[in-house]
């Protein structure tokens, strides 16, 4: 892939990620202070929705595939959730722990842990799953 290429690539992976992660955190401060549910369920609720609408903007948008077989598909959101649900696991311990031990606002530390985690989805999604 072209420096270019993967610039644009890379762009494209941030707009559509922040696009994805305000979505999330949106989700999660309605969960949480309209509904009044734990910081942690509003956390799981909208991180699941989100991982839906990640994929459909990860495989359109971001890394444009070939394959555009049922198969392909399959096995690529079968890759992307497998993926998407150990970060939902890492995601919650490290919220727990940044929110109860180190006394941080839980939209803060869900922030901060997104753009974490999306550095290591962005080499996962590139060279595993959409290749």
Not at 68 to 83: N, S
Request: with cysteine; charged share 5%.
């Amino acid at each position: 892939m072209k420096p270019s290429a993967s610039f644009a690539q890379l762009t494209k992976f941030i707009l559509a990620g922040g696009s994805v992660a305000v979505f999330h955190l949106i989700f999660m401060y309605v969960l949480t202070s309209i509904f009044m549910l734990w910081y942690l369920a509003s956390a799981i609720i909208s991180y699941s929705c989100a991982i839906i609408l990640n994929f459909i903007l990860q495989k359109k948008l971001v890394f444009v595939d070939v394959a555009q077989v049922p198969e392909a598909a399959g096995r690529q959101f079968t890759l992307f959730t497998i993926t998407a649900l150990s970060h939902l696991t890492l995601n919650t311990i490290l919220l727990y722990v940044f929110v109860n031990t180190f006394a941080v606002n839980y939209l803060l530390a869900q922030a901060g842990i997104l753009v974490f985690l999306s550095l290591g989805t962005y080499c996962i999604n590139r060279y595993f799953i959409f290749t």
